[in-house]
């Protein structure tokens, strides 16, 4: 994974961090509707090496040179993971066909920060790269273009 040195075998724990980059961010509605506010503590706005896709309804980040913008969540509750993970299509006992991959990287910002990241498990069409690595601009983006 180049820059996200993954590390698979680590097992989240309280104090961890936790990186969004779609649709759990601030101001959207999974965070709420999953009932995660109690478990996690915003920390702040963070960068994440690799490249952000479109896949409808929500972003994937995969490996690559990019940066992608996002929020870093501290851990207050370890719990939180088992609705994160099913909300992320993650199983750990059967990866190769979870949609999503939770892996402990480095943080391009804030330095010297690892966090939890959900990674895109499959190989999206090229052209559904978002340039700007920011999944909020381009929502704006998107709906302006659709109007």
């Known amino acids: 994974m180049g820059a996200?040195?993954?590390?698979r075998l680590c097992v989240p724990k309280v104090n961890d961090r936790v990186?969004?980059?779609g649709s759990l961010m601030s101001g959207f509605e999974a965070m709420r509707s999953l009932g995660l506010e109690a478990m996690l503590r915003h920390d702040g706005p963070c960068i994440c090496a690799g490249d952000l896709y479109d896949l409808g309804d929500y972003p994937g980040?995969?490996?690559g040179s990019g940066r992608v913008a996002g929020e870093i969540y501290e851990v207050?509750?370890?719990e939180v993971f088992e609705r994160l993970d099913e909300f992320e299509g993650f199983d750990a006992?059967?990866?190769?066909?979870?949609?999503?991959l939770r892996e402990h990287a480095r943080l391009l910002e804030?330095?010297?920060?690892?966090a939890w990241i959900y990674i895109y498990n499959h190989i999206p069409a090229p052209d559904c790269r978002i340039p700007s690595g920011n999944w909020r601009e381009h929502l704006v983006m998107r709906t302006a273009e659709r109007t």
């Open 4 to 7: 996200m040195r993954a590390q």
């Open 19 to 21: 990186a969004f980059y």
């Open 61 to 63: 980040l995969r490996s």
């Open 76 to 78: 207050l509750d370890v």
């Open 93 to 100: 006992e059967r990866p190769r066909e979870s949609l999503y």
């Open 110 to 114: 804030p330095t010297e920060s690892e």
